[in-house]
Structure formats: structure tokens, C-alpha cells
């Protein structure tokens, strides 16, 4: 394969190259570097639906070339976690990427998809093998103390594992941009303060979450959940838009918000607890929060000019009597779902109540 993509007189490359190899990347960064070209970058975990899609788009109006990786990083998985059942779709995602290719090809977007990089663990971590102990061996990045609340009190490795990635992908590729989805907004502020406290050149950029039409955010672990656990998921954004409305109404103390939200979900749990054992769909609340936007850092109060991050994370339970037929999702719905998502408050929220 050659080092260097040819390119039409458009100035954007005929196809897009798929490596596993780390010179290659550099390589091909520094002839954009030499053509003064810019590189938006989205790193990925796989298993791509919309909400990468949609990352990608952004990246191909603000840049000349688009990079996408495609790694799932073992290290920000803990030793009980879904490392080892990730869902994996390489057939499926070549197909949207090439989908993309030829999207890009439109005089509408000023960039083009130039590399897909695919690498393996070896190639990331390529002295001591990668540990997910807390107390492991091992190179680690550590962001802290935002990487110790929320998410990284339910998953302690987690941000850890992030941040460990993201400085390598970062220092591999050298973009320009960064992109990242708003679903994940505390994983953004780990990589901005990441960003900002090591002097990376780098700029990051934060997509809004794309979600499905009953709400639910879009998630590679989606594919787990079956239909009956997924006709309850979108309980999570139900309480966290009664926080919205509440907050809308005039609700300002934390006590007097988050009862918005437990109300929504303790009325979804006895629901399902009326249910028959082949029909219900239990589930546990992880925990709901209301945080200052740029810390995270938990609020007593909330004022309209500062605003808030509302976030919140529930555990879709294994399928219980499973049914012949049934649609249980990757997994055969033995698998515990973890899904989180988070809206904002502000002061358009608090005159308008929009969602």
C-alpha cells in the first residue's frame, strides 16, 4: 500500500487507507503537515451508529482530512467489566465508513476520511501489557480529582484507562481537532483538563448527543439490551428531563430536583414490578447527580446563570424468564446494561422550560 493517498483535483484523497501500523499514521500526518492541511480526529471504540457518524460529519466541515480509530482499550474496563463481550461489527463498520467516503465526495463538506486506524494492544501498549487492577503495573495518565466522581466512582479504572488512550492516540495522530460526544460529558472534561494541563496542541470539540426517537442516547452498548429491556431504557432521559422541567418551574435546591427524577424512576420500577417475571424489565438506579458544568463537582443549588449538568447512569438487570423467540439483544440478555446520559440546565431552561 502506498505511504501517501493520491488525490483528485479536488485535492481530496481517491480512497481512504485502513492500518494497523503506527509509522503509517505518523507518516501520513506529516505530509498533511507539510500541505498545511488540518486533521480532525474521532476516536472510537467500534461499533459505530449515528452518534460516531455524526462526529465524523463535523470533522470532515471543520478539517481537510478526517482520522478515525477504532480500538477497544482494555485498560478502561475494570477486572468484572464487559471488556471481553464488547460488541465488535468490523464488516458493519467498513461498510458506514466507506458509506462516508463517498458522502465526502460532496463540495459540502471541506474535508474527507484519509485513515482508518485499526491498531492492537501491542501496538498501544508496547511495554508492560495493559492491567485493569487498580493498584496495577503500568504507564499510566491520571487526571484527578474530576476522574474520581460519578463515573469514576461507580468504575474506578475507567478515566484512568481514558485518559491512558486518548494521550496516546493523541501523541500517534496530532490533530488539530478532537471529537467527542456530549453523552459522555464527563469523559470530555477529563480530556480537556487532559488537553490543558499537558500542553497538547490539540483543540477539543464536543458533539451534541444524537438519540434515538423516544430519547434514548445512542450507545455502542444499545445492542445488548433486547426489546423488552429496551422499551424501558429511555427511563433515564424521562428523569432527567422531569430535573429540566422541574428546574424550569422554578426548583433551584438539589433535594428539590433530584426527587423530580426518582419519582420518574420509581414509578417505571413499581410498573415493572406489576409485570409478569416474562415480561418485566428490572432495573437500578447507579446514580443521579447535579454538578457544576466545568467540575463536575456536586451542587446544593443551582442558579440560572451558572447552571448545571444533570447526569444520571441506571443498570438494566438480566432478563428475567426469558421466552422462546424473544429478542434479548447481543448477550441473550444475561448481560447487566449500564447506560448514562446527561442534559443541561441554563438560563434559556429556566425562563423557556426547553428541552
Do not use: W
Request: with cysteine.
Amino acid at each position: 500500500m502506498a505511504d501517501f493517498l493520491e488525490e483528485t483535483q479536488s485535492g481530496k484523497p481517491e480512497h481512504f487507507q485502513t492500518t494497523t501500523n503506527v509509522s503509517r499514521v505518523r507518516a501520513s500526518r506529516l505530509t498533511e503537515l507539510q500541505k498545511n492541511q488540518t486533521v480532525g480526529f474521532v476516536p472510537t471504540m467500534g461499533a459505530l451508529h449515528d452518534g460516531h457518524l455524526a462526529l465524523i460529519r463535523q470533522a470532515a466541515k471543520e478539517n481537510h482530512r478526517v482520522y478515525v480509530s477504532i480500538y477497544v482499550n482494555p485498560t478502561q474496563f475494570g477486572v468484572a467489566e464487559d471488556f471481553d463481550s464488547y460488541p465488535k461489527a468490523m464488516i458493519a463498520d467498513s461498510r458506514m465508513l466507506s458509506a462516508l467516503f463517498q458522502e465526502f465526495k460532496s463540495s459540502y463538506y471541506m474535508g474527507q476520511l484519509s485513515q482508518v486506524f485499526r491498531p492492537s494492544t501491542q501496538d498501544m501498549y508496547p511495554g508492560l501489557p495493559p492491567t485493569s487492577e487498580i493498584d496495577g503495573e503500568g504507564s499510566f495518565v491520571t487526571i484527578n480529582p474530576i476522574s474520581k466522581v460519578l463515573e469514576g466512582a461507580s468504575r474506578p479504572v475507567f478515566f484512568r484507562g481514558v485518559a491512558t488512550v486518548c494521550m496516546k492516540l493523541l501523541n500517534i495522530v496530532q490533530p488539530d481537532r478532537v471529537y467527542f460526544g456530549q453523552k459522555d460529558i464527563q469523559q470530555t472534561l477529563v480530556i480537556k483538563r487532559m488537553v490543558e494541563d499537558f500542553h497538547l496542541n490539540t483543540k477539543v470539540r464536543v458533539g451534541p448527543t444524537i438519540r434515538e426517537t423516544d430519547g434514548l442516547a445512542m450507545s455502542s452498548r444499545n445492542v445488548y439490551l433486547g426489546q423488552r429491556r429496551r422499551e424501558v431504557a429511555p427511563v433515564l432521559i424521562l428523569a432527567l428531563q422531569a430535573v429540566q422541567q422541574a428546574f424550569a418551574d422554578g426548583r433551584r435546591t438539589r433535594a428539590d430536583l433530584l426527587e423530580a427524577a426518582f419519582r420518574v424512576t420509581s414509578a417505571m420500577m413499581d410498573q415493572q414490578r406489576e409485570l409478569p417475571a416474562s415480561q418485566r424489565a428490572n432495573f437500578e438506579v447507579d446514580y443521579f447527580s447535579i454538578a457544576d458544568p466545568k467540575m463536575m463537582t456536586e451542587l446544593d443549588e443551582v442558579s440560572a446563570e451558572q447552571g448545571a449538568i444533570v447526569s444520571g447512569a441506571i443498570r438494566m438487570l438480566p432478563v428475567e424468564d426469558p421466552q422462546v423467540s424473544e429478542n434479548l439483544g447481543l448477550g441473550d440478555g444475561k448481560t447487566t446494561v449500564r447506560l448514562i446520559d446527561n442534559i443541561e440546565l441554563d438560563i434559556l431552561t429556566s425562563k423557556l422550560g426547553v428541552f
